[in-house]
């Protein structure tokens, strides 16, 4: 959970931390006032960022590359935002004015995904929607991919979350507070029932993940993590980063003083800095 103010008054009961409501039949009632930014794919707003819906995405041009149709593919991210797969979507303002962001300060394409939430739909569904993103970058048609997408130079930006040290050593973050047990509810919901965060779908080094890692050696993918020493699940970042290290993967990481859990997303005076590291990283190599 991310990119919006906690209530001033916290509460010892997650449920109503996020303003959710448990309903007998395995769904949730969403009660937080979550506002949305509907897509601008006219090229004569005044935006400088365009963005269109397709299906299960939100896709987002810098516009002034269709004042340079001569100028080189940009690279292309995909993009999952945050929410602990719960609440949120790809058209949250929160989430809207990151991509949008990103889009223009780095100058990239940005496919944002639109994935089904728990616990209506349980994980693995949001990794099932991921994949099929894949495929849909793969095989669609849509003209703003077509014209102007470099798919040799495609990026994945993911959150990777497992209990750690440092959820307790900083209980008290502002936006995951784990005294109220948010992050362990997030999980309760999310992952299929029965099971605990001692499994594949959340610890990624179980059920084959070592294997995974020596894939992505292989495939020569590059990898960067970027994270602030005052979020809350700092520690998993950095354990992510020493096994992708002893697997031989290419990493880049910055760990930033201070900051809080979605720091980047809040707080304008720090929003900009990952763009320049994610720009610097997104060069050809």
């Given at each position: 959970?991310?990119?919006?103010?906690?209530?001033?008054?916290?509460?010892?009961?997650?449920?109503?931390?996020?303003?959710?409501?448990?309903?007998?039949?395995?769904?949730?009632?969403?009660?937080?006032?979550?506002?949305?930014?509907?897509?601008?794919?006219?090229?004569?707003?005044?935006?400088?960022?365009?963005?269109?819906?397709?299906?299960?995405?939100?896709?987002?041009?810098?516009?002034?590359?269709l004042?340079?149709p001569s100028?080189?593919?940009?690279?292309?991210i995909?993009?999952?935002?945050?929410?602990?797969?719960?609440?949120?979507?790809?058209?949250?303002t929160?989430?809207?004015?990151?991509?949008?962001?990103?889009?223009?300060?780095?100058?990239?394409?940005?496919?944002?995904?639109?994935?089904?939430?728990?616990?209506?739909?349980?994980?693995?569904?949001?990794?099932?929607?991921?994949?099929?993103?894949?495929?849909?970058?793969?095989?669609?048609?849509d003209?703003?991919?077509?014209?102007?997408?470099d798919?040799?130079?495609?990026?994945?930006?993911?959150?990777?979350?497992?209990?750690?040290?440092?959820?307790?050593?900083?209980?008290?973050?502002p936006?995951?507070?784990?005294?109220?047990?948010?992050?362990?509810?997030?999980?309760?919901l999310?992952?299929?029932?029965?099971?605990?965060?001692?499994?594949?779908?959340?610890?990624?080094?179980l059920g084959?993940?070592?294997?995974?890692?020596?894939?992505?050696?292989?495939?020569?993918?590059?990898v960067?993590?970027?994270?602030?020493?005052?979020d809350?699940?700092?520690?998993?970042?950095?354990?992510?980063?020493?096994?992708?290290?002893?697997?031989?993967?290419?990493?880049?990481?910055?760990?930033?003083?201070?900051?809080?859990?979605g720091?980047?997303l809040?707080?304008?005076?720090?929003?900009?800095?990952?763009?320049?590291?994610?720009?610097?990283?997104?060069?050809?190599?």
């Amino acid at each position: 959970m991310s990119g919006q103010t906690p209530p001033s008054n916290p509460t010892t009961d997650p449920y109503q931390y996020l303003q959710i409501v448990n309903n007998s039949d395995g769904t949730i009632t969403r009660h937080r006032k979550i506002p949305n930014t509907p897509a601008t794919p006219d090229p004569d707003h005044p935006t400088p960022v365009l963005s269109t819906d397709k299906t299960w995405v939100r896709i987002f041009l810098p516009k002034q590359v269709l004042h340079n149709p001569s100028s080189s593919k940009l690279p292309l991210i995909v993009y999952f935002q945050g929410g602990g797969f719960i609440i949120y979507s790809a058209a949250s303002t929160v989430f809207h004015d990151f991509c949008s962001n990103i889009a223009v300060d780095v100058n990239v394409i940005i496919i944002s995904v639109d994935y089904a939430l728990a616990p209506e739909h349980r994980l693995p569904a949001a990794y099932d929607d991921a994949v099929e993103t894949l495929r849909f970058i793969k095989t669609n048609q849509d003209e703003w991919l077509t014209k102007y997408a470099d798919f040799s130079n495609t990026f994945i930006m993911v959150l990777v979350q497992v209990r750690t040290e440092s959820e307790l050593r900083l209980a008290n973050d502002p936006m995951l507070p784990l005294p109220l047990f948010v992050n362990d509810l997030i999980w309760e919901l999310s992952l299929p029932i029965g099971v605990d965060r001692d499994h594949e779908y959340c610890n990624r080094m179980l059920g084959g993940g070592s294997q995974r890692l020596e894939k992505i050696r292989l495939l020569g993918w590059r990898v960067l993590v970027i994270d602030c020493k005052g979020d809350p699940l700092i520690d998993r970042q950095i354990e992510l980063v020493k096994m992708m290290e002893v697997k031989g993967v290419v990493v880049v990481s910055q760990f930033d003083e201070g900051g809080h859990h979605g720091v980047d997303l809040g707080d304008p005076s720090r929003a900009k800095a990952p763009n320049v590291v994610l720009k610097n990283f997104m060069l050809p190599s």
